[in-house]
T-cell receptor, first 111, second 114 residues
Framework: DQQVKQNSPSLSVQEGRISILNCDYT??????FLWYKKYPAEGPTFLIS?????DKNEDGRFTVFLNKSAKHLSLHIVPSQPGDSAVYFC??????????FGSGTKLNVKP | ETGVTQTPRHLVMGMTNKKSLKCEQH?????MYWYKQSAKKPLELMFV???????ENNSVPSRFSPECPNSSHLFLHLHTLQPEDSALYLC?????????????FGSGTQLSVL
């Protein structure tokens, strides 16, 4: 059973606007959440993370929000740039060294 | 060279072939992982090694055989694969297993089984 879900397989946004990527999880033992970005023919690269003791973490244009009661997190990209076009994976981890990934959302930022 | 390096980048093999995927990390990490990425599916964890010891086998068929001779190298030996095994195989590493660690991925091996 899939414990991390990204229900939107794709998202298209105009350059300069906000991109919001969503992720839901089912396991209440998850206490650390990450976002990865993947370009074609490359491995995923770490983007931003958040611990369950926080509800927001910001790094430049990227902000991750965590709503533990709803078991939901989101990644906001403001402003979106064409170079942000990639597949974004949400991941979650309990204390153990296991990472569970969603199926990804393909973001297309139009110039 | 830095990061996580995987070879080969592409591999085409028949169902009766035997091949191996190689991964090397230059980050001083102690945990290494194999993930499988099929189209439009989540990354599937296959194996985890902590300090060269296998700590996770996620019900992977025996036609996939991992080997971790040291903390820097990880292999995935393949034999009698099926066409449905065609996927992107990703190696990753992380620092000493624990809380709030992140994975560093290689570029992957795109495998096609004919």
């Amino acid at each position: 059973d899939q414990q991390v879900k990204q229900n939107s397989p794709s998202l298209s946004v105009q350059e300069g606007r906000i991109s919001i990527l969503n992720c839901d999880y089912t396991n209440s033992m998850f206490d650390y959440f990450l976002w990865y970005k993947k370009y074609p023919a490359e491995g995923p690269t770490f983007l931003i993370s958040i611990s369950s003791i926080k509800d927001k973490n910001e790094d430049g244009r990227f902000t991750v929000f965590l709503n533990k009661s709803a078991k939901h997190l989101s990644l906001h990209i403001v402003p979106s740039q064409p170079g942000d076009s990639a597949v974004y994976f949400c991941a979650a981890s309990p204390f153990l060294p296991k990472f569970y990934f969603g199926s990804g959302t393909k973001l297309n930022v139009k110039p | 060279e830095t990061g996580v390096t995987q070879t080969p980048r592409h591999l085409v093999m028949g169902m009766t072939n035997k091949k191996s995927l190689k991964c090397e990390q230059h980050l001083g990490h102690n945990a290494m992982y194999w993930y499988k990425q099929s189209a439009k599916k989540p990354l599937e964890l296959m194996f985890v090694y902590n300090f060269k010891e296998q700590t996770e086998n996620n019900s992977v068929p025996s036609r996939f055989s991992p080997e971790c001779p040291n903390s820097s190298h990880l292999f995935l030996h393949l034999h009698t694969l099926q066409p449905e095994d065609s996927a992107l195989y990703l190696c990753a590493s992380s620092q000493v297993p624990g809380a709030n660690e992140k994975l560093f991925f290689g570029s992957g091996t795109q495998l096609s089984v004919l």
